[in-house]
């Protein structure tokens, strides 16, 4: 088993949570909304979740393209996740990004200059 695919999945349940989040505060903003927030408020957050899953779709297609920037994108995202409620994902994608497989794959160490 390819250990990339333990960073691809934990982007892809990362963008599934925050799909929920965004779909669930569309239908019952005010279980999630103190009254004190305004409507553009929540319309920008709820944007933001949604832009959040479709830059996580960009990234997983371009890592499965084996794009060295999307190497490094998925290491600063994993690296993001690490101190937050997605730890768990976060070190997932970190042991599949930096397994000696995955970066012989990318093309990252090792290199003769």
Do not use: C
């Not at 349940?13 to 505060?25: D, Q």
């Not at 569309?26 to 999630?32: I, Y």
């Not at 305004?38 to 890592?63: N, P």
């Not at 042991?95 to 003769?112: A, D, M, P, R």
Request: proline share 2%.
């Amino acid at each position: 088993m390819k250990r990339i695919s333990f960073a691809t999945g934990s982007f892809h349940v990362a963008a599934v949570v925050y799909l929920l989040l965004g779909v669930i505060s569309l239908m019952v903003p005010d279980f999630f909304f103190e009254s004190y927030w305004t409507s553009g408020q929540i319309a920008s957050l709820i944007v933001v979740m949604f832009l959040l899953v479709f830059l996580l779709e960009v990234l997983i297609h371009f890592l499965k393209q084996r794009r060295k920037g999307a190497w490094y994108t998925g290491l600063v995202v994993a690296i993001i996740f690490t101190p937050s409620i997605f730890i768990v994902l976060g070190i997932l994608a970190l042991i599949g990004l930096l397994s000696q497989e995955t970066k012989k794959e990318f093309g990252i160490g090792n290199s003769k200059v």
